[in-house]
C-alpha cells in the first residue's frame, strides 16, 4: 500500500467536492436551498462525486489487484457524469421559468402546483400527445446511456480479478457497453449547447437593449467543460494511453503520473469545475423575477370554462 499519485489525485478531489459538499449542507440548513429545487440534483452529483473519489482513493491505495475498485469507480463516475448533464439542463430549464416572458420552458412545460407526484413523473416522460414535452427525449437517451454504462461495468467485474487479467481476455462488450453510453452523453451535451444558444437569443428578442443574463453566460461557459469530459469519456474506452485496464499505463508504484495527470485534468476537473459553475448560479440569479403562473395555465382554464358552457 503506496500513497502514489493517483492516491493523492483522488484525496484532492475528495477534499474539493466535500466543500461543496458542505456548502450545499449549509444553504439547506439556513434556508437559502430548498430540496424541491435544482439544487437537489446537484447535491445528488457531488454525493455520487464524493463516493467515486472515496473508491479511486481505495483504488490509488491498493493497487491494481482489485479491479472491483476501479469497476466501482467508473459506475459511480458515470454515476456523477449523468447527474451533471442532466443538472445542467435543470438549471436552464429553472431560468426559463424565471426570465422567459412566458415564465415556462419549451423543453419542459410546467404543471399545476396541486399536480401530484406520479403525475409529475409520467408526465416527465411523456412523448407523444398534448403534454408531450422535449426533456422526455433527453431522460430516455440518458436513462439508456446509463444503463449501458452500468451494465459494462458490471460485466467487467464478473469477468475479470485484476486489470491485468482483463487486458489479457480483451473483454470487448462491457468495453462497447461503456463507450455507448458516454457518447450518448456526448450527444445530449452536444444539444445542450443548442439550446442555451436558442435561449439567449430568446431572451435578446423578449428585453432587447439588455445585455444577456449572467446566469446563461455561467452555463455557456459550463458547456466546453462538460463536452471535454464528454469526449475524454469516450477515448478512455478506445484510446489505450487512456484506458485504465491497458497495462502499460501501469508501473511497479501503480498507475503511471502521465495517465493520472490527463484523468484528472480531462475529467475529474472537468466536471468540478462545472459543477462549481453552476453552484455559482445562486448568486447571478438571487435578483431573478419570481416564478409567476405561465400564461398557458390562464388558457387551460378559459378554454375549460368555455368547455363547461
Known sequence: MAFNADASAALVFLILYFILFVLLV??????????????????????FRLASQATGLAFGL?????VGLLVAYF???????????LCAYRFL????????????????????????????????????????????IMHYFLIAANVMIITGGSQLAGDVTDVAAYFANVVSTPKVLRTVGQAIFLSCNALLLFCVLYT???????????SVHPTLYILLVAWPLLFVRGLYGILSGVYPPFNYFYFDNYDSDGLKDSFVISEYILSTAMEWASCSLLMLTYITSRNDPPKLPPKSWASAAEDKEINSL
Do not use: C
Not at 434556508?31 to 440534483?41: A, E, I, K, N
Not at 439567449?200 to 439588455?210: A, F, H, S, T, V
Open 93 to 136: 430549464i429553472s431560468w426559463h421559468y424565471h426570465n422567459l416572458e412566458s415564465h415556462d420552458s419549451w423543453l419542459e412545460p410546467r404543471l399545476p402546483p396541486n399536480t401530484p407526484l406520479r403525475d409529475r413523473l409520467r408526465d416527465s416522460f411523456t412523448l407523444i400527445g398534448k403534454k408531450s414535452r422535449p426533456m422526455a
Open 200 to 210: 439567449i437569443k430568446q431572451y435578446r428578442r423578449e428585453n432587447p437593449g439588455r
Open 75 to 85: 459506475v459511480l463516475g458515470a454515476e456523477g457524469y449523468f447527474t451533471l448533464v
Open 62 to 66: 491498493i493497487g491494481y489487484s482489485n
Open 26 to 47: 449549509l444553504g439547506y440548513a439556513i434556508g437559502r436551498l430548498h430540496f424541491r429545487s435544482r439544487y437537489t440534483v446537484i447535491t445528488l452529483h457531488v454525493a
